[in-house]
């Protein structure tokens, strides 16, 4: 790693602030996406601004129909959440198969999502419950935050303050995990909205960062059944091809696993 | 540099460090607490698992400074003086080791399980909670057999507390 | 036995520090005035360096030195070596490049050294490092077999035309020509055995240290065996004369072979300290170990086998290419030859076997022998045949193996090994019961039922253990004898030390060792000691590999053990006026059989100390030594069988149950022994199922961390269920086999076999991942 300032911020303007003095300032959350990268040198922070210890950042409130997480707020707590648990239990399944549980203590929501990795699987649920992302600036959805590979809507110095969840009819998530990595070879999260709508996200599978899958939208809309997708094909064109997966395999699995998320949805 | 305040193993410690300098590498380089490993570089194996403030966190994983004002627990700081913590003992007992290199991070994060789960642990969920610890020596096959074993007698000893 | 002897399963002593985190690795060790080495390496896998500048790294802040290949050759270091001489087909010696520790010239692996920064934290000396300027001139690589022996591929070595490095073959050709021609049936197979990294979860680590008063070296490396790491370094490398060099292996965090060769990080260090005269350590990272430890297995391989119209075995016809990387690693010669094709008879009567190896350069990490070496390969083709002629004569597996098995020992094989002893009826049938292998379509009929393709696999292994009798690997090019030495030393007050040669990186020797005195004298184990790795302490021996610690390192204290039990006989009898014939130990006491005469270990031992009354002549003092040379191999064997479920959906493989049944001789601490066979389980399911190295066309490693290489974690795997059926090895008074090994190499043929069995079809190569069976299945 190399030398770098570290700063603990106290407040959300504090962090703001601290990051506008530094020359190449970075935040760092739960680290545990960050500090491997720093470990490797691939990235070099003259300054990293720590948010984990920002009290207003930190926690989880539910009210009437919306989950609102805060930013640096860790997997764990999620995964825990009674509240989560309540309102959308995929959402806390989800936040339950994130690494590991040491990753799962420490690493944020506003990390996972500032980050957007093409396998995380936070990106799945907020493209399919519709979320919004709030920052210390604005409001943005979720279909306007993830830009592709690593890149998102964030402008620099932008902090995730939190992310707030609309509470589904129905939702579920099936993740396959990448063997080597346990990140998501390919994670399906499905959701019915109140008002009927479906929305279904895959993480994982796409050269372009999580999509919207449309033909499982449409199958689900006319049938909310596993047994919906039966004859559904999804085209392996722009899907990701690695060591681990081709791109014809993690188009089928976009579909089975879209399969068992809805089952688990019920 | 920075001076890091914050207690290991019970014992108030000051160190000045860089601020480049991971937990684990304070532990191991200024205060000499070698029992903490590293395994890897890219934050998986979980050789270097430490409780920070009761949770089992990757040491490698987080800067010195982000653990200011913490308390740190080592695989140093598990036993009572002589006396083995009950997950120390079932490691021992069910040969849940064989070159020790990643026992210290799978006793500290094992400990972790069992407070998480209590006794309602199964084989199952004991596997899939060690995810994040990698041990080249044993197949699990008696890790895991200790992690269960360690949360009987954890229950007991809480009982008898 | 005693509750601490032979066959008790004691709870280990070395356990408690490591426990507590008290263990003592190299990494842990601190030297006053320490620097610290941080290794430049190549980033292309073929090129030459065409100039290195270190001006810029010099001004940096802590940096002590910047050496460089060139300077090692300068200062005639060695070259690294290869000890094991193959000699072709053609009667000529193998073709060995040069491998300088750190390449002046040119760089043939991603990964390999050209430099090496000394600086005061290792945190300088690694920013340091990226200020050195590199000039590379790449040239094209070839980064596998098939690359490397096309016609006009790029050549490594001047010295290996075709980047050959030896043609060599072993068995009857004419005989297995004659075999075919009066086949009813014939097997054929190409198979790949994939390349593994070790991954020892201790990356590997040296610290050295040049005393100038004394002209004397210490070295602290992460070896499996310190002894022929001092020798190599001296008598080869010429860094330090043997009698100036201590080589010193404490807790060794795991080897399963990567740590037995003398890499370049360790010959540079020691070279280094003299050079800044300063201790310099080197801690490797584990990027480092993916790059740089050597790697093992990868063959391709086409096999043949011809069946009788009885379904009986009439011949074996192998051809295999072996990928040795880059360079010939110390012992890498032999893995793909006489480990390898000498154990191509499997459990099996095979009256001509014709096997041809290939060995091939390629710019990659150097392989050699990685846990079973070589035999893990032999073991996986032969079963994989076995099961596929199963199928293809429609004959139940086990009944095919059964007809073909050897059932009279000892056994001459067609390929060197004479088998002494073993029982392969006995352990398939144990693991057919374990496993209720009649139950099985029934319960296959019930998974498909539930939308699962259930699968059975079985693997019937042996393996050569004991490595080995000096004289045999002599004749055959080994460059060294492979007996074991120990020493036993009784001190004044009864306690007892056994310097053995044999290294413990995880075997648990500090308790079996121990066993095996206290079986022999009745003392309790905490009398006992085990000193090992230091090669002050140890005069000699020959290390911890190839399962041979117990049958060739513990027979030599059995033997050092009966000298010191003849003279404190000698010395019991003279104290207590009887018969020496007449002593017999029990309890840690000397009696005389029929009386109640009896004097205690340690009045034997102070007796012979204090010399106030020894028996006439009798030198005084109670140690003793010997030096123990195998006089055959040993032959551990065993039946897996493997039930698993695959889902065909995403073609993830789940594990039902997974019984062995091993025949490993007398078992001196059993839960050790279990705990081997998992661990060694664990790595042949890993090799099955998940693991593979991946080099692009480029010769980049892309399978260079945990990211990508998918390690087997703990839900990766099931419990197993062992078993034992025993015949003692007739070889050694102990009866034992060795236990090491036999896990990594019977496991992976029953993974494939049991994966194949439920997909039902045999496209499958390892690591068979969810993707790989997902289209075997749907194509
Ligand atoms: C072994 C391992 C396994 C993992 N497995 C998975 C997995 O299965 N699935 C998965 O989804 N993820 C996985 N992760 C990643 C993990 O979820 C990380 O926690 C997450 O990607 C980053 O969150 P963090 O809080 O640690 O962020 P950090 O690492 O601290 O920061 C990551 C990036 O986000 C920025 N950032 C952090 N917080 C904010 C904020 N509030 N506002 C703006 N920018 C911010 C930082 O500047 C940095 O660029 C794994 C990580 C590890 C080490
Ligand atoms: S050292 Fe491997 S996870 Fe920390
Ligand atoms: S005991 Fe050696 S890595 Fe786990």
Redesign the interface.
Known sequence: MYETNYHRASSVADAAATFAKGAESKFLAGGQTLLPVMKQRLAAPTDVIDLSKVQEMIGIEVSGDTVTIKGATPHYDVAQSDAVQKAIPALANLASMIGDPAVRYRGTIGGSLANNDPAADYPAALLALGATVKTNKRSITAEDFFKGLFTTALEDGEIITAVSFPVPAKAGYAKFPNPASRFALTGVFVARTKAGDVRVAATGASQSGVMRVAPIEQALKANWAASALDSVTIPASGLLADIHGSADYRANLVKVMGQRAVTAAG | M?TVKLTVNGKAVSVDV???T?LVHLL?ENLN???????????????C?VHVDG????S????A??A?GCNVT???G??KGDE?HPM?AA???N?G????????GM?M?AV??VH?HGGKLD??T???????????????????KAVLDAAGRMKVAQAAE | MGVEGIGARVVRKEDRRFITGQGRYVDDVKMVGMSYAHFIRSPHAHAKVKGIDSAEAMKMPGVIAVLTGQQIVDDKVGNLICGWAITSKDGSPMKMGAWPAMAPETVRFVGQAVAVVIAETKNQARDAAEAVVVNYEELPAVPDIKAAIKPGAAQLHPEAPGNIVYDWHLGDEAAVKDAFSKAANVVTLDLTNNRLVPNAMEPRAAIAHYDQAEEHYTLYTTSQNPHVARLVLSAFYNIAPEHKLRVIAPDVGGGFGSKIYIYPEEMVALWASKKVGRPVKWTGDRSEAFLTDAHGRDHVSKAELAFDKDNKILGLRVKTHANFGAYMSLFSSAVPTYLYATLLSGQYVIPAIYAEVIGVYTNTTPVDAYRGAGRPEASYLIERMMETAARQLKVDPTELRKKNFITQFPYQTPVIMAYDIGDFHASIDAAMKAIDYAGFPARKAKAKADGKLRGIGISCYIEACGIAPSKAVGSLGAGVGLWESAEIRVNPVGTIEVLTGSHSHGQGHETTFCQIIAERLGVPISQVSIVHGDTDKVQFGMGTYGSRSLAVGGTAIVKAMEKVEAKAKKIAAHALEASESDIVIENGEFKVTGTDKSIALPMVALAAYTAHNLPEGMEPGLKETAFYDPTNFTFPAGAYICELEVDPGTGKTSFVNFVAADDFGRLINPMIVEGQVHGGLAQGIGQALLEGVVYDGTGQLVTASFMDYSMPRADDLPSFQLSHTTTLCPGNPLGVKGCGEAGAIGASAAVINAITDAIGNNKLEMPATPDRVWHAIHG
């Open positions: 920075s860089e601020d480049r991971l191991r607490l070698t029992g903490t490993h590293v395994g890897c570089d890219t934050s998986q194996c979980g050789a698992v949770r089992a966190v990757k490698c994983t987080m800067l400074g982000q200011a080592t695989i140093e598990l036993a083995l120390q490691f021992r007992d040969h080791l064989q070159c020790g290199y990643c026992t210290p006793i994060s972790d399980i998480r084989e199952e004991v596997r899939h909670e060690l995810e994040g610890n990698i041990c080249r020596c044993t197949g699990y096959h008696n890790i895991v």
